[in-house]
């Protein structure tokens, strides 16, 4: 993972700019662990670098600070980061992003939402969250894609299963009405689903590699039954990846 920051230099309004041109946002709901932050970035470094060159120009705000959050038709898509915080908790920044986020949806906007923000994207659309009454999930673990993933415009062509980074303590218990469940395993039911056109939420970390999902298990290690068994989980993940590619082209398109 390269330390240089992808995004720390970005305006927080949009530059003038032609449709084509439109930026491609990311809603920053949280920062990543300190040790991790100073090596590699945070967490909308990581987003930014997934996302490659197709998502330029993109903007950045931060909701928890008070950050004005665009029109949907001033953007051309739109990725939530992860967070240390739970949707359930209600924060009053949380609520008037998912609130936003509904209509972003209802406009038709590509949005892409990441841990808690697949979280809060189902909140926002009349869902259940709450914490997963199996507890953390934590490590490289794999899911498995539904049938209705072989025509999604994300996940078309992607293994059956294949490997994603993971941690996440509360989860989307009940997806909102009408959308479509793309991926799961064993413990996790609603890691992908899809609502409306063009929306995505995604219970694991894309923008994660090895040296972050280590990281994360070295910091919950006290609390793990056997963390050097998790940290031995630990492996690329290049399909999870994928999809913040495959998210920037879609948007772009």
Known sequence: MRSASAVSSLPSSPPTSTPSRRPLL????????????????????WVARGLGADAQPIQLVDP???DALPEASSLRGVVITGSHEM????????????AWLADCVGAGLPVLGICYGHQLLAHAMGGEVD????GLEIGTVALTLADAAAD?????????RFPVNVIH??????????????????????????????????????????AAMRGYVEAH?????????????????????????????????
Do not use: M, Y
């Open 26 to 45: 990311i809603v920053k709901t949280g920062g990543t662990l300190d040790a991790l932050r100073a090596a590699h970035g945070d967490f909308e470094d």
């Open 64 to 66: 928890r600070k008070g």
């Open 87 to 98: 949707v359930s908790h209600r924060a009053d920044w949380s609520e008037r992003t998912a």
């Open 131 to 134: 914490f997963h009454p199996g």
């Open 152 to 160: 999604d415009p994300l996940f078309a062509g992607l293994p059956r």
């Open 169 to 210: 303590r509360q989860s989307a218990l009940r997806l909102p009405d009408g959308a479509v469940g793309l991926a799961a395993n064993a413990h996790e039911p609603h890691h992908a689903f899809r609502i409306g056109r063009c929306a995505w939420g995604v219970q694991f970390h894309p923008e994660f590699d090895a």
């Open 221 to 253: 290690a006290d609390g793990l039954p056997d963390a050097a068994a998790v940290a031995g989980t630990v492996a690329p993940t290049p399909e999870a990846a994928s999809l913040l590619t495959r998210f920037a082209r879609l948007a772009a398109g």
